[in-house]
DNA sequence: AGTATTTCGATATTTTTATAGCGATTAAGG
DNA sequence: CCTTAATCGCTATAAAAATATCGAAATACT
């Protein structure tokens, strides 16, 4: 199995999404060319990342929308679910307990973790939450081995650590912390930090550039002005 | 001012939480090597992110802890705070909305807003939240220029295109929907499906991997048992 | 004081990723 | 049936990112 790209696998739901949509729409068949505008990623790059996923086109056509998905989907692994266990039931947690896109996506959370009392033993969208120390045991019975790890920062560490020892392969890091796991570990990090930073970033940027222009149209009015006088 | 890398801009939010640790702990000083190791980074790269925010280090010593983390903060904008409108307060707006953590990145959620009216006029953490129809007339009196989008799906793009009819010059996008909006808006994806899509084919590729070495492993073993054979 | 060692930061080099160019292929219209 | 136009997918180039190299600076140890 060959090793795709990061970028191309963070493309790949992206054309699924708009996929989907002409689907729905009952359009058949896409092109590349129309892909590249919508998505604003280059032709050639979706290209590239199709022939990446194994389908071919047909020329003056484009792909068929069936195939595609279809394509894109086993190549991400969307088609059969795995199961998963999150640990962390609070507010970030519960919401992702009841998303039910991600069953859409392959990934079917079977279980919610708690170290709170209260919390464990009760249903959340339908999804039962046990006593933390019960993970261990339900982990290596049920073969799970995705978690999701949605604890508050400083339980992270230890969380995961847990987690590697129950089974776990992979871990799905909702936390801001940077885990220190074994190499074979997979580790994927939802960083909200990460995109927070780009967006304040872009921000500032934007806000200087826009105040520099003014002052360029500031000094030109002068200027015109100035002539004027 | 400087056009940060994207990539960079990914990493400096990392290197900023285990600043935080040291500042902590009472560590004063942090060369770029030790960066390095805990990221998982290679050391010249954590001197070329280091290097666009400004600071300088001491050779033999590394940086000042605080230092650092003053440059990276001031870097990201962190340091003074950016009023942002929250739409969409059900299960992720309103775990959102409690997100103590966006305080210390210098993001200040100011109000929520949501369409159904059994939510609007509540309070969430604290937070109050607005009926939709008061968006665009708060947003421009308030000069709000970020908005955060964790509507359901097939209103995100709508809900975009208001919002940067009110003003707002920069959406934190936390659905899986693409934006197709003017050019100069900053549009940052929270991308939980490119996220998921890493994690799927990562662990897909490793267990085809595993398979194999186990196959290997027994042909090894085959292959001996004929030896003493 | 002098030497060894660590780390910085600037400059190559390599690798990866993105873009461009071009012939091949196929449907549609004259 | 032949030409035109659109698109594919391969190969080549360009750009960007990551990694390696190396001299300079600063501390610590002899």
Redesign the pocket.
């Known amino acids: 199995m060959i090793s795709i ?4 696998l963070k493309r790949l739901p992206q054309y699924l999404e708009l996929l989907y949509g002409f689907e729905h729409e009952g359009q058949d068949t ?5 892909l590249a505008e919508l998505t604003g ?5 979706v ?2 990342d ?2 990446l996923t194994g ?9 068929k929308v069936r195939d595609l998905i279809e394509s894109i989907e086993s190549c991400l692994n969307w088609k059969d679910h795995s199961s998963a266990f999150l640990v962390g039931v609070g507010r970030l947690g519960s919401s992702l307990l009841g998303y039910s896109e991600f069953k859409r996506k392959g990934l079917n959370i079977v279980a919610g973790f708690d170290t709170d009392p209260s919390v464990a033993g009760s249903l959340v969208d339908g999804v039962i939450v046990h006593p933390m120390d019960k993970f261990a045991n339900l982990c290596r019975r049920m073969k799970v081995h995705i978690g999701i790890l949605t604890v508050p920062a400083d339980q992270a560490q230890a969380t995961a650590e847990l987690m590697v020892e129950s089974g776990i392969l992979a871990i799905w890091n909702f936390t801001p912390t940077l885990l220190q796991l074994d190499e074979g570990i997979i580790v994927e990090d939802v960083d909200m930090s990460a995109s927070l930073a780009v967006l304040s970033r872009r921000l500032s940027e934007k806000y200087e550039q826009d105040s520099q222009q003014d002052n360029k149209s500031k000094n030109k009015k002068n200027t015109i002005d100035q002539e004027k006088q």
């Open positions: 790209p990061v970028l191309t896409i092109s590349a060319t129309r990623v280059h032709m050639t790059q290209r590239k199709i022939a389908v071919v086109g047909i020329p003056k056509v484009g792909h």
